[in-house]
């Protein structure tokens, strides 16, 4: 499948928040109640996102994945959220339920790691939620390893342990070895 992989622009922002949506509430299903998904709808989600964006957009990148013109993923870099020296994070990777299994988790995920590199990041950190196993399946697979530190997280009211994965960007190539699309 030919994807093409673009730095988001303004017009970008919204349709990114109603993928993220679409695609959270896919990958979570059966790990939190129907309920915490619906907290916050498509809409929301892209009003967080125009404003996460307008904050952020000089030290983070959004990038978009399309297929025949069509938004199909996405990755959110910027600095780790901790201010560790020569760390980069990825905040967020999505890909549209219908077009995970196709390779476009990968391309992403090499995209960022490459993004990463050019800022001179010699180590790559995520948040994954602990039950999201076909994530860190993925992840795994890149060369991604659980760091030992976790965290609590929200979905709506809904807690959510999460596991910090690392990955060292001086030795790792960024090829996953297995075609799922992740959800972190």
Same mark, same amino acid.
């Given at each position: 499948m030919a994807v093409t992989l673009r730095t988001a622009i303004l017009d970008d922002i919204a349709p990114v928040g109603h993928l993220h949506h679409r695609s959270r509430r896919s990958a979570y299903q059966g790990m939190v109640p129907d309920a915490a998904l619906d907290t916050y709808g498509a809409d929301a989600a892209a009003r967080w996102w125009?404003?996460?964006?307008?904050? =952020?957009?000089? %030290?983070?990148? &959004?990038?978009?994945?399309?297929?025949?013109?069509?938004?199909? #993923?996405?990755?959110?870099?910027?600095?780790?959220?901790?201010? =560790?020296?020569? %760390?980069?994070? &990825?905040?967020?990777?999505?890909?549209?339920?219908?077009?995970? #299994?196709?390779?476009?988790?990968?391309?992403?995920?090499?995209?960022?790691?490459? %993004?990463?590199?050019?800022?001179?990041?010699?180590?790559a950190v995520l948040w994954v939620y602990a039950a999201n196993h076909r994530a860190r399946d993925f992840y795994e697979a890149g060369g991604w390893r659980p760091d030992g530190v976790g965290r609590d997280g929200w979905l709506g009211p809904v807690p959510t342990p999460q596991l910090r994965y690392a990955l060292d960007l001086t030795v790792a190539a960024a090829e996953p070895a297995t075609p799922a699309a992740a959800q972190g």
């Amino acid at each position: 499948m030919a994807v093409t992989l673009r730095t988001a622009i303004l017009d970008d922002i919204a349709p990114v928040g109603h993928l993220h949506h679409r695609s959270r509430r896919s990958a979570y299903q059966g790990m939190v109640p129907d309920a915490a998904l619906d907290t916050y709808g498509a809409d929301a989600a892209a009003r967080w996102w125009v404003e996460r964006w307008s904050h =952020e957009r000089d %030290t983070h990148r &959004l990038t978009v994945a399309e297929h025949q013109g069509r938004l199909i #993923g996405f990755t959110y870099v910027g600095p780790h959220e901790d201010g =560790e020296p020569a %760390t980069g994070e &990825l905040y967020a990777i999505h890909v549209d339920p219908g077009h995970q #299994g196709r390779g476009v988790g990968r391309a992403l995920i090499r995209d960022a790691l490459d %993004t990463m590199r050019e800022r001179r990041c010699r180590r790559a950190v995520l948040w994954v939620y602990a039950a999201n196993h076909r994530a860190r399946d993925f992840y795994e697979a890149g060369g991604w390893r659980p760091d030992g530190v976790g965290r609590d997280g929200w979905l709506g009211p809904v807690p959510t342990p999460q596991l910090r994965y690392a990955l060292d960007l001086t030795v790792a190539a960024a090829e996953p070895a297995t075609p799922a699309a992740a959800q972190g």
